[in-house]
């Protein structure tokens, strides 16, 4: 078996402090915190200090916060809780698939729907909407990192945050916002939603009582990306200056490569596409050079399918490799990986 001594893939083992905590977590979490026995009122207070952690994190207040325990639930639930009967439905070619899943499903039911497009650097040009409708806006790709600038003020705004999470917080009105716990190395299938404007949404799945959420997320879970945000958020970050690194290397060292991400996008995230080489044979080489590193669309990495992101923004789709920055590598894998793939880009197409 290749060891792997850098891990560039976008899916992360939990945070070690989390790690660290996880048996813990479960067992202060087991408890109904709306029941009055002393075990349940003790993880209320928990839960509660969880809360505020982070309310403070995010910039919001704690009663903004809710808990999924599928955090792909929250784009159902961020975007069809805001449309009314007259809303139209805005989203970009380089949303998240989910965000088309919910998009497809509004159309087939007779919404109006626009998809926009964007330019090379994926940031859309403009977009018109009503007081009523709905626009769906991304803070960061999940692909390319690139920010998107700010939306207008028009319409009740969603914002996906589930790739930028804590790196690059919203610095825009809006009524809901998603975040995934992964992006900060929490646990995955743990979601925060955030809904500022309750007056403006309702929860749009079949209920019977006044929650807005379905209450089956895991108590452990949600402490354990608690602990790992605050652990996440001390530690230092030098990803500016490593992405800037391989982003001058593989320009100035490598011929014909297309750089997709902005350096001034989020410093986690470089997508580059190599061209006369076959990203998957690239990735392997990479591989057996001790590199672990991701190809295709961020959405279905697994089974190699050309990025619809760089297919929006008009971006080769061949030779695809996309780095995740974390904040536990250092410059010397961030150099021995630009020397690698240098020298793997070198044998493929020699091949």
Known sequence: ??????????????????????????????????????????????LQQVRENFATALKVRPDEI?????????????????????????????????????????????RKVDCLSVNQNGAITSYAAQENDVVVWQVANGETGNLQPSPPTTGLVFTDCTASGVDALPNFDY??????????????????????EPDKWRNPLPHNDLTRVPGSYSIPLIIASSIALTAYLAQEDLRANLKKYIIEFISSQISEVDVASNLDGLSKFVSFSVSKVEADRLLLELEAAGFAVDSGSACKSADMQPSHVLAAMNRPITGNIRLTLHKDITEQMVKDFCQALKIATEKLRKN
Not at 7 to 19: G, I, K, S, T
Not at 181 to 186: H, I
């Open 175 to 196: 009524q809901t916002a998603l975040f995934d716990s992964s992006s900060w190395q929490g646990p995955a299938g743990v979601g925060i939603l955030v809904i500022k």
């Open 66 to 110: 809710e808990f999924l325990g599928e955090s792909d639930l929250g784009f159902q639930l961020g975007i069809s809780g805001l449309l009314k009967s007259n809303s139209k439905l805005i989203y970009s070619s380089i949303d998240r698939q989910r965000i088309f899943a919910v998009a497809a499903d509004e159309e087939n039911k007779g």
């Open 1 to 46: 078996m290749v060891r792997i001594t850098a891990d560039f893939q976008q899916e992360r083992v939990l945070h070690p402090a989390a790690m660290a905590q996880l048996n813990q977590s479960f067992a202060k979490g087991w408890a109904d915190p709306n029941k009055l026995n002393a075990n349940s009122r003790e993880l209320a207070i928990l």
